[in-house]
């Protein structure tokens, strides 16, 4: 057995090193969606090509007609047993609105403590910029306690993974032989709670789609047309009533095609955990489930497609008051799949959906924000056993395999495009706020996750 105890014991003492580095990261506003952050995309990934050449990578910016992805392999060319691994992290952010209810600059990283947990503070810090520091700074302590690392690895790191990853399939076609490798390593998931680690075995896939009702051909006083005239919001808030029906089932025709009911094995599995939905919603000030009747909150979040509201506009939202029929009205949504379902069948399907409920005076348009399968991983990837062993050596704890209900479109792209699997394998926390004010990523978790990746990098050259 490799013995790491020594890099282990330099990643404990460099983690104020490692910390800076992440705070340094966390800097960068590099939120993909917006093209008022496209610079600060480019200087995040000039940063990480940098960091990667400083650790012995040869890291370099590539081009893609949206954000450059950044790749990099080990500069190491000697023979290693075990698989060769592609690492993938993204270092795109969510947008921070509102702004209003951060307690902190999003952007100005700050180490703080709160109920006797220490973490750090800013967009990115969980979702991904922390995670796939822990990965780096894992490979930067191998190298500089033994020289070289245990597996051949080389790193991809995207930058549009939040906003629909538009590049990414012309860009892994286009490398196919060099980014094509024995396994993928993705730090992007949570673990099953502060104690417990996880490996991800499920993830829902995605549909993604923006609808645009359109009535009258301009905004209309609510007093002299109100009544006669169509209002847009008016027949969008009906067809988004009419997505679900009362016991919370998604109405899209053939919606449920491909999902998979629970093998017996794994709902006893999933029974047994010590998960406790009441305290899952409760964490976020609710108390009532409001998915599929019939199934646990926990099956609801990890085993079950759903479709929902993201986003919605229409008319006067400003401050104060304004009596007017818009002309337009529109609403972002996504579906969330599981087992077979099919991305493209279920967008033609919402579309003839939409379409069916649109009265004659209106038009209606969409918009596809990104589509991809479920993904699921067979119990029997060996891989899989050697992160167990690594995660049960630094938690003390077998992970749990869990189903995650958020998407990493990445992964299928993985398997169908690089033949890869991939090993799932990440310590944010459900109260990491991603995706919403407040983000932030625990010093534990960003510690621990380190010293974890270095134990699998050891783990897979046995
Ligand atoms: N890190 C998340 C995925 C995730 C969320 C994994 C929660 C485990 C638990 C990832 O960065 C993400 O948010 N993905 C997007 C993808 C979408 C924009 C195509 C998602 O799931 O909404
Ligand atoms: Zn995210």
Redesign the pocket.
């Known amino acids: 057995m490799t013995q790491i105890d020594d890099v282990l014991a330099h990643i404990d003492a460099n983690i104020d090193a490692s910390l800076a580095r992440m705070e340094a990261l966390v800097r960068f506003k590099s939120i993909s969606t917006d093209a008022a952050f496209k610079d600060d995309c480019r200087k995040a990934a000039e940063w990480l090509a940098a960091s990667l050449q400083d650790i012995g990578f040869d890291g370099s910016v590539r081009e893609t007609s949206g954000h450059p992805m950044v790749v990099g392999h080990d500069g190491d060319e000697g023979e290693k047993p075990g698989p060769d691994v592609l690492f993938y992290g993204?270092y795109d952010v969510?947008p921070v609105d509102p702004l209003e209810l951060w307690n902190s600059d999003p952007f100005g990283p700050a180490i703080i403590e709160k109920d006797g947990v220490k973490m750090m503070t800013g967009r990115g810090t969980s979702?991904?910029k922390g995670?796939l520091l822990t990965f780096l700074e894992a490979c930067r302590a191998y190298k500089a306690v033994k020289g070289s690392l245990p597996v051949k690895v080389s790193i991809l790191l995207e930058g549009e993974?939040?906003?629909?990853?538009g590049s990414l399939l012309p860009f892994l076609e286009a490398n196919k032989s060099e980014l094509s490798k024995d396994l993928a390593l993705v730090c992007?998931?949570?673990m099953f709670d502060p104690e417990t680690p996880a490996i991800?075995t499920m993830?829902?896939g995605?549909v993604?789609e923006e609808i645009t009702i359109t009535a009258a051909d301009r905004d209309l006083h609510s007093g002299s047309y109100g009544g006669p005239a169509a209002n847009p919001i008016r027949v969008l808030a009906r067809i988004l009533a009419d997505l679900h029906d009362e016991n919370g089932r998604v109405q899209i025709p053939d919606f449920y095609d491909g999902v998979p009911e629970l093998s017996p094995e794994v709902k006893a599995q999933w029974d047994s955990l010590p998960f406790d939905g009441d305290a899952f919603l409760g964490n976020v000030g609710l108390s009532i489930p409001t998915g599929e009747t019939g199934y646990s909150i926990y099956e609801q979040i990890s085993a079950r497609p759903t479709c929902e509201f993201n986003g919605i506009t229409g008319g006067y939202t400003g401050d104060g008051f304004k009596t007017v029929i818009a002309s337009k009205a529109s609403a972002k949504l996504?579906c969330r799949l599981v087992g077979q379902q099919d991305p493209h069948a279920i967008r033609k399907n919402l579309r003839a959906f939409i379409k069916a409920r649109v009265p004659a005076d209106c038009s209606v348009d969409f918009a596809e924000?990104?589509a991809?399968p479920a993904h699921s991983l067979s119990p029997d990837f060996a891989p899989l056993k050697q992160g167990a062993k690594a995660l049960q050596d630094e938690w003390g704890k077998a992970p749990i395999p869990m189903g995650?209900?958020?998407?990493?479109?990445i992964v299928g792209e993985f398997k169908s495009i690089l033949e890869m699997d991939s090993l799932l394998i990440?310590f944010?926390l459900d109260d990491d706020n991603?995706?919403s004010p407040n983000e932030k990523y625990n010093i534990e978790s960003y510690h621990r996750g380190i010293r974890s990746w270095a134990r699998v990098l050891a783990a897979l050259a046995e």
């Open positions: 993204h969510q979702d991904d995670q993974e939040e906003s629909g990853s992007d998931t949570t991800t993830l829902r995605l993604g996504s924000h990104g991809s995650m209900g958020g998407s990493i479109p990440g944010g991603i995706h």
